[in-house]
């Protein structure tokens, strides 16, 4: 069975204090793995996809890397309004996506 | 571009009666999929529906179903219901889903379903 573990559940960062988060994954055969961003009473909002072992990807002050295991999305020098759920899913050879239970992230002034 | 539309946002319903959520692609957007979210369980994929057709199912009772029609918009329907299906359901579009290519889904503000 595909499992998708996000760690850790929580993280309270200040302003400019960078910190990764980690998605452990074990997939039969892995299509696709994305990141995700959820804000309070909203939908997932897409970040990136990953493909392969050794991708990387940017966006602002978030960078997302990936391995055969797991995933880390790292944030660099983070403002309050990166405060939000990061959620990671893998989409394993039978295309149904298996989201991980997300990290929380604070970003306090 | 509009992204992608769920009605209603609340709903409050009673153990025993069904519910319809209904949902509305991004324009251009062929592949719909459904997804139940709780503090307990996280996000559950329950289906996915590319050109009226079910492409895939997730492991989720068959008083849980849905449908698509030929302008891509989608409802779920959920019959006698259960405490345990309180929760936010969530839409969300893509240009065509699964295979050949692995898009990105877009996703809706969801249905807060509660049932008492």
């Known amino acids: 069975e595909d499992q998708v573990t996000q760690s850790p559940e929580a993280l309270r960062l200040q302003e400019g204090e960078s910190s990764s988060l980690n998605c452990s994954y074990t997939v039969s055969g892995l299509r696709g793995l994305f990141w995700y961003r959820q804000d309070p009473g909203k939908g997932p909002e897409f970040l990136f996809t990953?493909?392969?072992a050794g991708e990387e990807k940017e966006k602002e002050r978030l960078k997302a890397t990936l391995t055969k295991k797991e995933s880390f999305l790292h944030i660099t020098a983070p403002k309050p309004e990166d405060s939000a759920t990061y959620l990671c899913?893998?989409?394993?050879?039978?295309?149904?996506?298996?989201f991980g239970a997300g990290t929380t992230v604070t970003v306090r002034a | 571009k509009a992204g992608v539309t769920q009605t209603p946002r609340y709903l409050i319903k009673t153990r025993g009666q069904q519910v319809t959520l209904s949902c509305s692609p991004i324009?251009?957007?062929?592949?719909v999929s459904w997804y139940q979210q709780t503090p307990g369980q996280g996000l559950q994929f329950l289906f996915e529906y590319f050109s009226e057709t079910q492409r895939n199912k997730g492991n989720f009772p068959g008083r849980f179903s849905g449908r698509q029609f030929s302008n891509s918009r989608s409802e779920m329907n959920v019959s006698t219901l259960e405490l345990g299906d309180s929760a936010l359901y969530l839409c969300?579009?893509?240009?065509?889903?699964?295979?050949?290519?692995?898009?990105?889904?877009?996703f809706g503000n969801g249905t807060r379903l509660t049932v008492t």
């Open positions: 324009s251009g957007h062929r592949s």
């Open positions: 969300a579009s893509s240009p065509t889903g699964g295979p050949p290519y692995n898009s990105p889904l877009h």
């Open positions: 899913a893998v989409q394993p050879n039978d295309y149904k996506l298996s």
């Open positions: 990953l493909y392969s």
